[in-house]
């Protein structure tokens, strides 16, 4: 497909389990951006890449979560040791730089941790 | 840093007639953009409209347009004959763009939730 794909779009795990969640964007688009939206919540800035840049990792909420992107394509983050509090919708999102004018968003994965 | 400030929790609209949701933001950058999207129920985020902190005109997307006052530091969103299918949650996003390490990250408000009413 043409557009940002996430996997797995729904994800349930016990607390304590490690999860990964993986976002393919946009073919030949060099900035990804991952967002965690909770329940009725704005969209919180986790990391983002931009080509081989070092990435800003400044939204990272703990040393739990983590995120890589091989070959400037596929991203996967990781969550180590899941809390409950980590349930939230991750959102993916790339654009052809990080100054293009439009991002495009995946469908998002809903993680559930209980 | 960056803020996106949306003091609307929720808005009403009959359907056919215009809406306006508030976006203020601030910045000390001279450059960076705004933008707005739209998440149905579905939880899609769905692009808009962009504004460039240099565009002296207003942007305009079919019936979306955005009220830029800059000395004010707002970016309102317009909607013209709102439709039943616009009821949804709008973000007023923000991006620097040039410069700086928080230079292509975005930074969202906290959304407003649109209903429109048949």
């Known amino acids: 497909g043409a557009g940002v794909s996430q996997s797995p779009s729904n994800k349930v795990t016990e607390k304590g389990k490690d999860v990964e969640l993986r976002c393919d964007p946009i073919?030949?688009?060099?900035?990804l951006y991952w967002y965690r939206q909770s329940l009725g919540q704005g969209l919180e800035f986790l990391i983002y890449?931009?080509?081989?840049?070092?990435?800003?990792k400044s939204g990272l909420p703990s040393d739990r979560f983590s995120a890589e992107r091989t070959g400037g394509s596929v991203s996967t983050l990781t969550i180590q040791r899941t809390q409950q509090e980590d349930s939230a919708v991750y959102l993916c999102?790339?654009?052809?730089?990080?100054?293009?004018?439009?991002?495009?968003f995946g469908s998002g994965t809903q993680l559930s941790v209980l | 840093a960056q803020k996106i400030t949306q003091t609307q929790p929720g808005m009403f609209v009959q359907e056919k007639e215009a809406v306006t949701l508030d976006c203020t933001y601030d910045?000390?950058?001279?450059?960076?953009?705004l933008f707005w999207y739209k998440q149905p129920s579905s939880g899609e985020m769905i692009f808009l409209i962009y504004?460039?902190?240099?565009?002296?005109q207003n942007a305009t997307e079919g019936r979306y347009s955005l009220n830029f006052q800059k000395a004010r530091k707002s970016a309102n969103l317009v909607i013209s004959a709102s439709q039943l299918g616009d009821s949804a949650m709008y973000f007023c996003?923000?991006?620097?763009?040039?410069?700086?390490?928080?230079?292509?990250?975005?930074?969202f408000g906290q959304g407003t939730i649109l209903t429109v009413h048949p």
């Open positions: 999102a790339s654009s052809l730089s990080r100054s293009a004018e439009k991002l495009f």
């Open positions: 073919s030949g688009h060099t900035a």
């Open positions: 890449f931009q080509g081989n840049s070092a990435p800003d």
């Open positions: 910045t000390s950058d001279q450059s960076y953009g």
């Open positions: 504004q460039g902190s240099y565009d002296e």
């Open positions: 996003a923000m991006r620097l763009s040039a410069g700086g390490t928080s230079y292509g990250k975005l930074t």
